[in-house]
């Protein structure tokens, strides 16, 4: 399914999404399938970024800093490359690595203040969160032999955002924009049901696109003239992706139907605080909590209209197919320290922990999001008028193993999976 991807991505929307999100996200983005910070500001702290408002990234996490920038007018254009090293083994097949490339990310922002020195606004596009793996294993009965695992899935947030000053020490912001979400997954699969057709063993090609509404509501609060405390709520953002799943069973051939996949991306809550050290240097804290446990249940997966009149007389013109996850909430402890050394400057370093939201009895070789730690590096220096950052960070997990499965069909018990993810990121931020 991706060894020609081009082709069969043509939409508007997920052409855009295919663009800044890289053209396979490996699963790997930190917690679950979110990034663990954005930009290389953020990345190089630890992703710490709610008390600060230094970064483009606060139209995404923050609007309220929006108001407490060091600036009238702020852009920011950031470019990651993710590496990965995934590797997965089961019953059928000794510890194997997935075909791996660097992947390049991107997102773009800008910030400004009004005429009214009370009400600022910002616009971005970001590429925060997405998955994805390709692995050649041996299948299951009765696709034995060689088989393509493969599975990609990215989110992108398009936003307007707004930030109003209510006191001297207190900003509120939001922003209020379009989500699109695209997915795909191709290889051996059993049917997990609720159907009547739970345990047949199939093949799937499945890829689907849809857009919703996404809006998060923050603030910012000046406790004392060196602690800044942020805080935000990112609400649940609900899809049902449209598209077409390509369905093999033995003895049935092969048919396409109409796909509406339903998706649920979590809500989130986050507080965090800046602190001056001294002049030259700033700590970060934040904790950030997302509510995995109510949103990835299952992928619910509506299969409707069979082109194969075979298939529309054994399974009829509906088929119910839910993709089990289990998934379990996570809170993020994010730490950072940035130094300025003069001369436009700066050093920076962070922290991240968070428990795996991923249950041993759902390892697949689709969805490994199984990353607990991330350390980061990051420096940053002044070119005439442009603020240039880099950061390093590099997340892993211990090797995390099941007996039975939750899959129906046996196809992933006694499974075992190990995640490692080098993040290099840079961005260029210009202050007007």
């Known amino acids: 399914m991706f060894a020609n991807p081009t082709p069969r991505r043509q939409t508007f929307l997920t052409g855009i999404l295919i663009c800044l999100s890289g053209a396979l996200v490996p699963d790997a983005a930190a917690d679950g399938f979110f990034r663990d910070g954005v930009g290389a500001r953020s990345v190089g702290r630890g ?3 709610l008390g600060f408002a230094d970064s483009g990234s606060m139209v995404l996490e923050n609007p309220a800093a929006i108001l407490n920038m060091n600036a009238n007018r702020m852009t920011d254009v950031g470019f990651d490359l993710l590496m990965t090293d995934l590797q997965y083994g089961d019953a059928d097949n000794p510890l194997t690595s997935a075909v791996d490339n660097p992947i390049p990310v991107g997102q773009f922002s800008i910030a400004a203040r009004t005429p009214n020195p009370d009400i600022g606004y910002g616009l971005g596009v970001f ?7 390709n692995y050649v294993l041996n299948g299951p009965a009765p696709f034995t032999g060689k088989q393509r695992y493969e599975s990609f899935g990215a989110l992108l947030r398009v936003l307007p955002a707004v930030s109003v000053r209510l006191s001297p020490r207190l900003t509120v912001g939001g922003n209020f924009g379009v989500a699109v979400n695209h997915m795909e997954l191709e290889g051996p699969y059993t049917l997990q049901g609720p159907s009547p057709f739970v345990g047949t063993p199939a093949r799937f090609d499945l890829q689907a696109t849809g857009a919703s509404f996404s809006w998060l509501a923050a603030l910012q609060y000046q406790l004392t003239d060196r602690t800044t405390i942020g805080i935000n709520y990112q609400d649940q953002t609900r899809f049902t992706l449209d598209g077409n799943t390509r369905v093999e069973i033995p003895g049935l051939g092969q048919s396409r139907f109409d796909t509406e996949l339903a998706v649920k991306w979590p809500r989130t809550f986050g507080m965090g605080l800046k602190h001056n050290w001294d002049a030259q240097t700033d700590l970060g804290l934040d904790l950030i909590w997302h509510g995995w446990s109510d949103a990835f249940t299952s992928f619910n997966n509506t299969l409707t209209n069979p082109d194969n009149p075979v298939f529309a007389a054994v399974v009829g013109n509906r088929l119910q197919e839910n993709l089990p996850l289990k998934w379990r909430d996570t809170l993020s402890v994010r730490t950072g320290f940035e130094r300025r050394l003069g001369s436009g400057r700066t050093v920076r ?9 991923v249950p041993d009895q759902t390892i697949s070789p689709y969805i490994q999001a199984t990353l ?3 350390f980061s590096l990051g420096y940053g220096w002044q070119i005439g008028q442009c603020e240039i950052d880099t950061a390093w960070q590099f997340s892993f ?3 995390q193993e099941t ?14 999976s190990l995640v490692s993810v080098h993040w290099l990121s840079v961005s260029i ?3 007007f």
């Open 47 to 49: 992703g710490t970024n």
């Open 127 to 133: 590429s925060h969160a997405g998955f994805g793996a």
């Open 349 to 357: 370093a962070g922290y991240v922990y968070h428990r795996n939201p």
């Open 372 to 374: 607990e730690h991330a």
């Open 397 to 399: 997990s211990g090797r």
């Open 403 to 416: 007996g039975a499965s939750a899959f129906v069909g046996g196809d992933f018990d006694n499974a075992t």
């Open 429 to 431: 931020v210009r202050r």
